[in-house]
T-cell receptor, first 113, second 113 residues
Framework: DVKVTQSSRYLVKRTGEKVFLECVQDMDHENMFWYRQDPGLGLRLIYFSYDVKMKEKGDIPEGYSVSREKKERFSLILESASTNQTSMYLC????????????FGPGTRLTVT | SQQGEEDPQALSIQEGENATMNCSYK?????LQWYRQNSGRGLVHLIL?????REKHSGRLRVTLDTSKKSSSLLITASRAADTASYFC?????????????FGKGTLLTVNP
């Protein structure tokens, strides 16, 4: 069965902390994505990666960076967490040359105080 | 990438009734995908319809696509309380960065027992 896992379901951090959100997929997918979801705004793409060490900015990359050192793992980094980064973070993966359907992890609800 | 726009924003029905949700988009597509999100969880891929298809079925789901009107609809027949969720459409562009999906804000479906 296809599986995308995220390191935490809930996370509470303080303003200014460096935050790491980890995502792992076991499907040998080339593409991996990070979204944030906020009420009234839907899902917004932060960053995506189409290969190891490759990344592209999504629609709202400011305040975030990513790392993909291995094909199965895609990390989202909040360099200096701020309260406006309190959100639900969703990771997803997909094949490169297929239907591009995305498989999502369960999400991490991050609260920055 | 482009955003699909779902309509209505919210829908409340009784168990056993059918639920119809609509999606409109702006430019030509490769395919259009529908996803479901149960409360506070990750998204689950439901069905994909390609641009050369007009209708597709999967269990109690029926999806139609009208490329001339740039619209799609998702019909859930004989709804159950477990169908209560948010439903998102995601059009996939026919060119450019075609591994990115852009999600709308979704339709919140409530099925009352």
């Amino acid at each position: 069965d296809v599986k995308v896992t995220q390191s935490s379901r809930y996370l509470v951090k303080r303003t200014g902390e460096k935050v790491f959100l980890e995502c792992v997929q076991d499907m040998d997918h080339e593409n991996m994505f990070w979204y944030r979801q906020d009420p009234g705004l839907g899902l917004r793409l932060i960053y995506f990666s189409y290969d190891v060490k490759m990344k592209e900015k999504g629609d709202i990359p400011e305040g975030y960076s990513v790392s993909r050192e291995k094909k199965e793992r895609f990390s989202l980094i909040l360099e200096s967490a701020s309260t406006n980064q309190t959100s639900m973070y969703l990771c997803a993966s997909s094949l490169w040359r297929a239907s591009y359907e995305q498989y999502f992890g369960p999400g991490t609800r991050l609260t920055v105080t | 990438s482009q955003q699909g726009e779902e309509d209505p924003q919210a829908l409340s029905i009784q168990e056993g009734e059918n639920a119809t949700m609509n999606c409109s988009y702006k430019t030509s597509i490769n395919n259009l995908q529908w996803y479901r999100q149960n409360s506070g969880r990750g998204l689950v891929h439901l069905i994909l319809i390609r641009s050369n298809e007009r209708e597709k079925h999967s269990g109690r789901l029926r999806v139609t696509l009208d490329t001339s009107k740039k619209s799609s609809s998702l019909l859930i027949t004989a709804s159950r309380a477990a169908d209560t969720a948010s439903y998102f459409c995601a059009p996939l562009n026919s060119g450019g960065s075609n591994y990115k999906l852009t999600f709308g804000k979704g339709t919140l479906l409530t099925v009352n027992p």
